[in-house]
């Protein structure tokens, strides 16, 4: 097979659909678009209709963007990775199961077409633990896995609505954790008793104290008796709503890292802003300085292409 000297990257999640066209050997996006059109909006159009099956409807919609994006018609490879492979999308495939090697080969990848496109499609699964599943943080892993030790131990920081945490070993990813943190400060903060306690400020010097003070009890394992306290403190104490807002940030953050408390491998924290310094300055509290090895936001954003070239050159 010719090595095409560019691709197309589909990251398609939840909630948003993003396209990059790429050059290869540099890794340089030529031009990108994101559309809101998200796996769960497309699967409520595909209900509300039914002239196609899921796989069509989902495929002519990708190819329509596709389209847009290239005009290099069908000779493009398209890989394509997130939701895009869950029982909600183009195509359901497995879990692929750990452990993972760090150049992606061991995904379950299959190839599909796009309705009226004849492009290649490479799509890609998720990836499973007895107890756990994640689709799209795995490829962030594989992209970021370039500036992981070659040899030795390591724990993978990825903050988000779902944090992963995950386990390296000279050259697998063997295991992983999720933490629901982002979406549990988006639920006490907007939809609890708490609503009125808090308020959305940006980060400064005087934020600091309040936030590490609940990254302290979140290590503590007091989650749970220290967030009605925050609603307590701000009738008993009239404590600012903007402190709250940082405290209950570090509380739940602090819930998070109390397993890296106890852990004396190297953590990586690749985190875009403005999370990574908050969790910077939370792994500063929880563990040594000499652990603590942060990824370079550029460097997090440029992973999932990353890791679609390393698995597309698995393919050829």
Not at 43 to 71: C, I, M, P
Not at 277 to 296: K, P, S
């Amino acid at each position: 097979m010719v090595r095409e000297a560019l691709f197309i990257s589909v990251d398609w999640g939840t909630s948003n659909c993003r396209l990059r066209l790429v050059e290869r050997s540099s890794l340089r996006i030529l031009t990108e678009m994101k559309t809101e059109v998200g796996i769960r909006q497309c699967y409520e159009g595909f209900q509300s209709q039914k002239d196609q099956d899921q796989e069509s409807f989902f495929g002519q919609y990708l190819a329509t963007q596709v389209r847009r994006l290239s005009g290099y018609g069908d000779k493009l490879t398209i890989v394509l990775s997130g939701m895009a492979s869950a029982n909600i999308g183009l195509k359901e495939l497995e879990y692929a199961a750990l452990p993972i090697r760090a150049s992606g080969e061991n995904l379950i990848t299959e190839e599909t077409a796009l309705n009226t496109l004849s492009n290649r499609c490479l799509l890609i699964s998720g990836v499973r633990a007895s107890q756990d599943v994640m689709r799209g943080e795995e490829i962030q892993a594989v992209g970021l896995s370039e500036y992981l030790p070659v040899d030795g131990e390591a724990i993978l920081l990825l903050p988000g609505t779902h944090s992963k945490h995950l386990s390296y070993s000279s050259g697998d990813f063997h295991a992983f954790s999720t933490f629901m943190t982002g979406e549990l400060f988006e639920v006490l903060s907007q939809h609890t008793i708490l609503v009125n306690s808090l308020e959305k400020t940006a980060w400064d010097d005087n934020s600091k104290g309040p936030f590490l003070d609940g990254v302290r009890a979140g290590v503590d394992g007091r989650l749970t008796r220290e967030l009605f306290g925050i609603r307590a403190g701000a009738i008993l104490s009239s404590t600012a709503p903007h402190l709250n807002y940082f405290y209950l940030s570090g509380l739940l953050i602090g819930d998070e890292l109390r397993s890296i408390a106890r852990d004396p491998r190297p953590v990586f924290l690749a985190a875009s802003k403005p999370l990574d310094q908050l969790y910077l300055t939370a792994l500063a509290e929880v563990i040594d300085d000499n652990q603590i090895h942060c990824i370079h936001p550029e460097a997090v954003e440029q992973a999932l292409i990353l890791a679609h070239a390393k698995i597309l050159a698995t393919h050829e």
